[in-house]
């Protein structure tokens, strides 16, 4: 193992081994430095710091490069499926034919909900946001299937996996229906995961619906696109939640709640609000631009921006070709402001020197838009194509013999010791 000499402010010098990924990134080990020179790291939003290896998702911010157990997204999403995908990151493989059959039909018996849950999400307030109910369903699943007492029993852990797998698109879409009075439509995963799913959203209760064939392939392509990131924020705090052994509903009801930020998964209903207050302001994109590089106003263009992509997220190129594909022919003014408002910020220095680029929200909910979801349903959709990064995730982190419970320090800077004086007194 390579190592690194640092000097540890004026003080010692010390060595410290150098991790090195597959695909050569390095890492500065860090695990023994408080306890050999009393020393901690600083690094507020986490720039700096990995805070696992994972065999999961590849990412290359520079050079925009995303993929799942080493398979490049644009590979998957032209040849693959979301449930192929879900089965990808969960075993680290592709399955064979017989695998996959065997994977399909477990999750095909398992897709409906327990009608317990559809009454207590009947019941939330009516303005309630999909997201609440949607974290508050995944929550209550956990009353319902408690997993064992035994977080590395990996027998259970892949039950459980299988059926949340399977209950999301029912949860997502009564996440949906339940809060608009209309009735629980019973799935039919006979249709196929992102079809049934269509259907179990619009679908009138008992009859027939048209589900048209681009809404499936364009939902099966932002699902897969959106099935795992690596240690984003969400999939960060359902490993964090999760080291705590609070089980797996509480961590991915953790994920859901914190995808529901409007700088994290949130933005995605932001894009298209924003979208449609240009178009309302008679579609003057440079307005918003301008808006977006003064330094006094905090606004900011919306599905712009990455920590990790400052080049180019190739998740947003995938999509914008689906929204293409899908609206362009009959004509879309929403895509047709943010292909502008792209192409104005693309070739404004303000943006190309801070590498802000369209990113994965900034397409998807011209899309979801035009499928006819309306925008408070896009972070919820969002969440049911996250859920199999975040299941692989916190089963990688729970079934790792050396994974301990998080718990980062602080640096304190508040008041030195000072004597407590009694209220009379003060
Ligand atoms: N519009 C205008 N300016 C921006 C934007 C934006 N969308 N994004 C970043 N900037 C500017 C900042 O003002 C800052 O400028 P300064 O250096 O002059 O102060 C600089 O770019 C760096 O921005 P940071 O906030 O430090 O970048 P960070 O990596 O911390 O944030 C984030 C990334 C949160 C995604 C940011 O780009 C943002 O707020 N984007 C808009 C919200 C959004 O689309 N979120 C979805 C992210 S993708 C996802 O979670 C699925």
Known sequence: MDRETIQAG???IINLPVVTGTEGEQALDITRLRGTTGLVTLDPGYGNTAEATSAITYINGEEGILRYRGYPVDQLVRESSFLEVCYLLDHGGLPSRSEFDAYKSGIR????????????????????HPMQRLASAMALLGSYFPVGSDPLDSEANQSSIIRLIAAMPALTAWSFRSGRGMAYVEPRPDLGYSANFLNMTFGPEGEGFEILQPHVRAMEALLLLHA?????????AVRLVGSSRAGLYSAISAGILALSGSLHGGANQRVVEMLEDIRAAGGDTRLFLEKAKDRSDPFRLM????????????????????ARELLEAQGNPLLEIAMR?????????????????????????????????????????????RLPGWLAQW????????????????????????????VADR
Do not use: C, W
């Open 10 to 12: 004026d003080g010692d």
């Open 109 to 128: 018996g398992l897709a409906d909900l327990p009608a317990g849950i559809v009454e207590v999400i009947r019941s939330f307030p009516v303005d309630s």
């Open 228 to 236: 795992d990131h690596g240690q984003n924020l969400s999939t960060s």
């Open 303 to 322: 599905g712009f921006g990455h920590r990790v992509y400052k080049n180019f997220d190739p998740r947003a190129q995938l999509i914008k070709e689906h």
């Open 341 to 385: 408002l792209e192409a104005e910020a693309l070739a404004d220095d303000f943006f190309l020197k801070r590498g802000i680029y369209p990113n994965v929200d900034f397409y998807s909910g011209i899309i979801y838009r035009a499928i006819g979801f309306p925008s408070e349903m896009f972070t919820a959709l969002f969440a049911l194509g």
């Open 395 to 422: 089963r990688e982190m729970i079934e790792d013999p050396k994974a301990r419970i998080k718990r980062p320090r602080s640096i304190y800077t508040g008041y030195g010791k000072r004597d407590y004086v009694p």
